[in-house]
């Protein structure tokens, strides 16, 4: 029988790469040119987005492009 507390780790890994592929598809060619802050950017869309949804990814993309103009 599994524990609860491994059914909540479950889903929060579970919630974690379901919020890294939204980050990557919304985040994908500013990930590309971030380079050494790829990965930091990475973490902290995929923490926003856990907490807020993906709504969190496309503001990310929006505030980047706004920056890189």
Do not use: P, W
């Not at 889903?11 to 890294?20: F, G, P, R, V």
């Not at 790829?38 to 929006?62: Q, W």
């Amino acid at each position: 029988m599994r524990s609860i507390r491994g059914s909540h780790e479950d889903h929060e890994q579970a919630e974690k790469a379901k919020a890294k592929q939204l980050c990557v598809k919304h985040l994908r060619d500013e990930l590309r040119t971030a380079q050494a802050e790829a990965v930091d950017l990475l973490n902290d869309c995929v923490n926003d987005v856990c907490r807020g949804g993906e709504e969190f990814a496309v503001a990310a993309k929006e505030l980047l492009t706004a920056y890189r103009e």
